[in-house]
């Protein structure tokens, strides 16, 4: 019997589902994508598109096509990209290393290259571990709380010489903790009783040196505690964790001050 022809919109469909971009696309539904969210977003909606008929056909194409079994050897991160993991690093470690040093209590750390185009999450966590009594210590608190999110910017600077290059336009782009940085810039305009912009123009830069001090001064520290977490992150889509007990006593394990003691 012969096969039946396949009609233009078959092609067109077949081409679709087949093409690697897609593939790759369809492998970022379970987290294990190499292209960028954007890129991913994009092709996956041409699912949309489809009828149903052709859904279920691309599911049962899915199944026999992509490489589920082989994805960690796959979606190994390669030693070109290794930098955007050192970077990441650097970024989440800053936070804690600064945070510790005035006074915060750190938590989980989490580290994970997604794509690579180098998009990258991370959290670290820092609470507060003081008493706040009265206006004076509520303002302190609120300055150092942005120096801590200043610093992830900060310390991913690939040498102690480069601390603080650019990073004005790199703060800004670290969306996440520049909105933050600003949200607490207008409370504390509000303390003191001045306007943002006011506020920014004097405290931003004084914010800024006391940051670069304390990255510098803690540089060689943050890198010995990269390079103690770094190397576990070795495949994309996968969320690397320490529990906060584990990511201290890595921490501790580094503390140059911790050194000379245990020396002693």
């Not at 990209?81 to 750390?109: C, K, M, N, T």
């Not at 990511?247 to 003691?261: S, T």
Request: charged fraction near 25%.
């Amino acid at each position: 019997m012969d096969a039946p022809l396949l009609t233009e919109e078959d092609r067109l469909f077949i081409a679709q589902v087949s093409s690697e971009e897609f593939a790759s696309a369809l492998m970022g539904v379970a987290g294990f994508s190499k292209v960028s969210l954007k890129t991913s977003r994009k092709l996956l909606a041409r699912v949309a598109l489809l009828d149903e008929d052709q859904r279920q056909r691309l599911l049962g194409w899915s199944a026999d096509y992509l490489p589920w079994a082989d994805q960690q050897a796959a979606l190994a991160i390669p030693a070109q990209l290794r930098y955007a993991v050192d970077q990441l690093a650097r970024h989440e470690v800053g936070h804690a290393i600064v945070g510790r040093s005035l006074g915060f209590r750190i938590g989980e750390l989490h580290l994970s290259l997604i794509s690579e185009s180098g998009d990258r999450i991370g959290f670290t966590g820092t609470t507060c571990d003081r008493q706040l009594q009265g206006i004076p210590d509520i303002v302190k608190y609120l300055e150092d709380r942005i120096v801590v999110l200043m610093a992830g910017t900060m310390a991913e600077a690939e040498s102690e010489a480069t601390v603080g290059a650019g990073f004005d336009q790199d703060f800004k782009e670290s969306w996440s903790d520049h909105s933050k940085a600003l949200d607490l810039m207008q409370i504390l305009a509000g303390i003191k009783g001045v306007d943002f912009h006011t506020y920014y123009a004097s405290s931003y830069p004084e914010l800024r040196e006391r940051t670069e001090a304390e990255v510098r001064r803690n540089y060689q520290f943050i890198l010995d505690v990269v390079n103690s977490v770094a190397d576990r992150v070795v495949a994309f889509g996968t969320d690397y964790a320490w529990t906060a007990k584990d990511f201290a006593a890595i921490i501790d394990a580094c503390d140059p001050e911790l050194r000379v003691i245990a020396k002693d």
